[in-house]
């Protein structure tokens, strides 16, 4: 079974870096794509960045490409967020996610989810 469990996030200024991590407890984590979500106050939860099984493929929105990354571990059942660069129309919760496909591009494709990580940036 898939159990998620972020870490990471905070409060940062504009322009500075955050990383949030997603560690799975259960022992199918290398067999699923990953994706990176984030709802902001009064908006949709939106996707940010995705990942394949294997790490090989990645795909980000445009408002985050080149800031930030997205990596996975599949030894430490792990997956990474890496933010730079971070503005405040950055401030939104966090969610990591399950794909039961090979890639997933809407947050209702998502089966299994983080409990949320706050990220809020300053200006």
């Known amino acids: 079974q898939v159990q998620l469990v972020e870490s990471g996030g905070g409060l940062v200024q504009a322009g500075g870096s955050l990383r949030l991590s997603c560690a799975d407890s259960?022992?199918?984590?290398?067999?699923?794509?990953m994706g990176w979500l984030r709802q902001a106050p009064g908006k949709e939860r939106v996707v940010v960045a995705t990942i394949s099984a294997s790490g090989g493929s990645t795909r980000y929105v445009d408002s985050v490409k080149g800031r930030f990354t997205i990596s996975r571990d599949n030894v430490k059942n792990t997956m990474g967020l890496k933010m730079n660069s971070l503005k405040p129309g950055d401030t939104a919760v966090y969610y990591c996610?399950?794909?039961?496909?090979?890639?997933?591009?809407?947050?209702?494709?998502?089966?299994?989810w983080g409990q949320g990580s706050q990220v809020v940036v300053s200006s």
């Open positions: 996610a399950s794909c039961p496909t090979y890639v997933c591009y809407a947050a209702k494709e998502y089966d299994y």
């Open positions: 259960g022992d199918t984590f290398s067999s699923y794509a």
